[in-house]
C-alpha cells in the first residue's frame, strides 16, 4: 500500500492550493480516506474525510465551507483544494487511508506555505 502526495507548495495568501494523493496497492474504492495537517508547533488536525467509492465527503466544523475533497477512480487519486488561503493554513498536509476505525498508511506529507 503506498499513497503519495504532490509536492511542496508557496502560495501569496488568496491564493489557493490543490493537493494530491496518488494511492496504489489496494482497492482504491474501498477506504475512506483522511485529510489531516499539523501547522508548526502543533499537533494533528482533522480536516474531514472522503470516500472514493461514492464521493462522500464530511469536513471538520472549522472547515465547512472552506475545502473540497475530490476522489479520480479512474487514477485512484484524492485532492484537497483549498481556497482564499490564509497565513494560518500554512501547514503539512497528509492524506491517511482509513482501515476498521483506524489510521494504517499515511502519505509523506505535502508542505503548503502561505506567504507573502
Known amino acids: 500500500v503506498q499513497l503519495v502526495q504532490s509536492g511542496a507548495e508557496l502560495r501569496n495568501p488568496g491564493a489557493s492550493v490543490k493537493v494530491s494523493c496518488k494511492t496504489s496497492?489496494?482497492?482504491?474504492?474501498?477506504?475512506?480516506i483522511d485529510w489531516v495537517r499539523q501547522a508548526p508547533g502543533q499537533g494533528l488536525e482533522w480536516m474531514g474525510r472522503?470516500?472514493?467509492?461514492?464521493?462522500?465527503?464530511s469536513y471538520a466544523q472549522k472547515f465547512q465551507g472552506r475545502l473540497t475533497f475530490t476522489a479520480d477512480t479512474s487514477t485512484s487519486t484524492v485532492y484537497v483544494e483549498l481556497p482564499s488561503l490564509r497565513s494560518e493554513d500554512t501547514a503539512v498536509y497528509y492524506c491517511?487511508?482509513?482501515?476498521?476505525?483506524?489510521?494504517?498508511?499515511w502519505g509523506q506529507g505535502t508542505q503548503v506555505t502561505v506567504s507573502s
Open positions: 491517511v487511508r482509513i482501515a476498521t476505525m483506524a489510521r494504517d498508511y
Open positions: 472522503i470516500h472514493p467509492e461514492d464521493g462522500e465527503t
Open positions: 496497492g489496494y482497492t482504491f474504492t474501498s477506504y475512506y
